[in-house]
């Protein structure tokens, strides 16, 4: 089992290096030096002289042979370039066996009873798959809100391709470029091969695809929670977006919810 969490790892580890232009080991190895130098000085008490950083370090993990310690992950994902947005959902979806070792399996869909809690907001919620926000779960007031979004569909396929998305979701490109960077950001080496080129043809044909798959959203705006609506009446209304990781037990899927702001004013 640990063989099998620190191999997926380090599947991850390579890919997202690669794709992030990191040919050369030693010169993710030299990077990974300067940030560690950075907070040894500013964090000085933390035991960041006790890391050591080497391309042969890297080497063993990416084959599997080496499980990066927290301080050696937190090097890679900085010099590497992934948002702290995304860094807690890859720490839980590279070691799903870990959790089981006090869980058991870990629930891949929403049970009969996270669907009466669902039920009970009074607010739109729904319960997306983690990384690839396929739609598990909703309440009426969710499927209402989104007109032809279903349960079964992918939220980030159905945000490309809907007119009525692009028309009435005021920031629809922001939202839109979120969810799919997270996936191209999380997916690679923990999504099965297959799903996630699946995904990719699917997105391929819409023009902005290639820009929200190969780019991140500045941090401050991944952070962003507003979803800017349209009304049919020319007015806009804000909701405020939350997204909520089931712990009690941990699933393998995550619980999203709007609220929506009544003091809010826009002027389009």
């Not at 890919?15 to 050369?24: I, L």
């Not at 926000?133 to 909703?138: D, H, K, S």
């Not at 490109?173 to 690679?188: C, D, E, K, S, Y």
């Not at 043809?201 to 349209?230: A, G």
């Amino acid at each position: 089992m640990a063989g099998d969490v620190s191999k997926r790892l380090g599947l991850y580890m390579r890919e997202r290096r690669k794709t992030a232009g990191w040919d050369s080991l030693d010169r993710l190895a030299e990077k990974m030096e300067e940030i560690r130098k950075l907070k040894e000085k500013s964090q000085p008490h933390m035991g960041w002289d006790e890391v050591t950083v080497g391309a042969s370090n890297l080497a063993k993990q990416e084959s599997g042979l080496r499980w990066p310690t927290p301080k050696m992950l937190a090097l890679w994902f900085e010099a590497v370039g992934i948002s702290y947005y995304y860094r807690d959902q890859i720490r839980k979806l590279m070691s799903p066996e870990l959790w089981q070792l006090d869980w058991g399996e870990l629930p891949t869909m929403p049970s009969a009873d996270n669907m009466k809690v669902l039920r009970s907001y009074g607010t739109p919620a729904a319960y997306l798959s983690e990384p690839m926000w396929n739609l598990l779960g909703a309440n009426d007031q969710f499927l209402e809100m989104f007109p032809g979004l279903d349960v079964g569909m992918n939220v980030a396929e159905w945000m490309l391709s809907s007119d009525w998305a692009r028309l009435r979701i005021h920031n629809w490109r922001l939202r839109t470029h979120i969810l799919i960077a997270a996936v191209a950001n999380i997916g690679r080496g923990i999504v099965p091969d297959e799903e996630l080129q699946k995904f990719i043809d699917n997105c391929s044909e819409y023009p902005e695809f290639d820009h929200f798959w190969t780019t991140d959203p500045p941090e401050h705006l991944v952070l962003n929670t507003d979803l800017i609506m349209r009304m049919p009446d020319k007015t806009y209304r804000r909701y405020i977006s939350g997204t909520t990781h089931l712990y009690h037990p941990p699933t393998l899927f995550s619980g999203y919810s709007l609220t929506y702001d009544p003091e809010f004013e826009f002027a389009a």
